[in-house]
């Protein structure tokens, strides 16, 4: 039996063990050398998305909550446009982070893989993209078994419900150069929204040190200032909306619809 004050004292622990451990929470590090915890994990299909890999097939699906939301998000407001074609989603993390196959990055569980919406290049069919298939400057498949063609106009609107995710702190959109202006011609030819086209300008971008990324967008996320706080290293751009994007986050918290709404303007 526990005297008084031992049991004050073991339940002084308890708290302070909990609240060390709510302060740990989330990404820690660098996404090349960091890793994660508590995450929350994506399942393997749900509305709008399906991922490429199950877990019994080597795929990772544990990221920051705020990264799982943010591709149901896009998967959702993307969906719409052809439920029967869904996004298809490759890595995020492991369960704790840390070093995974076939990645340099996806650590800390603020990465994550999305591939190219595509089509039949002789029908023009929609069709569920098989595989991370290449795309050349025309947006022609490369070296692949069936002809496929890059479906710009549903990449752009991946690119634009991103961007309109601004409360989760996207920081980088790493695609190839000639993608990039596949879907940035796109975006101007069909007046999308000047704001929209300047910050897709800024977050797409073909990384310098890996492969030129033709074949899927890796999006990358910041650290939340709590997250800082604990250890999490950004490393890439701090552009300027990012700050007012947090405020606007802390007070319009998680309302599904709402973001809904506004992924869908
Ligand atoms: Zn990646």
């Known amino acids: 039996m526990l005297s008084g004050r031992a049991l004050a004292l073991a339940t002084l622990l308890l708290l302070e063990g909990c609240a060390a451990t709510s302060r740990l929470a989330g ?11 508590r ?6 299909r749900g509305r709008g998305w399906q991922v490429l890999r199950t877990d019994a097939q080597g795929g990772h699906h544990w990221g920051t909550p705020r990264i799982v939301s943010m591709v149901r998000q896009v998967a959702r407001a993307v ?9 298809v989603v490759g890595d995020i993390s492991d369960v704790r982070g840390g070093q995974i196959p076939r990645h340099a990055s996806h650590r800390a569980g603020r990465d994550v893989d999305l591939l190219f919406f595509t089509r ?3 029908t023009d069919a929609p069709v569920i993209t098989p ?25 752009w609107s991946v690119v634009e419900s991103l ?8 920081t980088r959109v790493f695609v190839a150069a000639w ?27 073909q990384p310098g040190d890996s492969a030129p990324h033709d074949d899927h967008f890796h999006v990358r996320v910041v650290c939340t200032p709590d997250e800082r706080g604990a250890g999490c290293f950004d490393g890439g751009p701090a552009w300027t909306w990012l700050d007012k994007d947090w405020e606007k986050g802390e007070s319009a918290s998680a309302d599904d619809d709402a973001v809904l709404a506004l992924l869908m303007r």
């Open 131 to 155: 595989e991370f298939v290449r795309y050349d400057r025309d947006g022609a498949s490369v070296r692949w078994p069936v002809a496929l063609r890059f479906d710009t106009a549903r990449n």
């Open 39 to 44: 995450g929350e994990r994506l399942p393997d």
């Open 79 to 87: 969906g719409t446009t052809n439920p029967a074609v869904p996004l």
């Open 27 to 37: 990404s820690h590090g660098r996404p090349s050398s960091g890793w994660l915890a």
């Open 163 to 170: 961007v309109r995710a601004e409360a989760v702190g996207i």
């Open 179 to 205: 993608i990039r202006t596949l879907l940035l011609t796109h975006a101007r030819a069909q007046s999308r929204p000047l704001w929209i086209i300047e910050r897709a300008e800024a977050l797409l971008h």
């Open 120 to 122: 039949d290049a002789l």
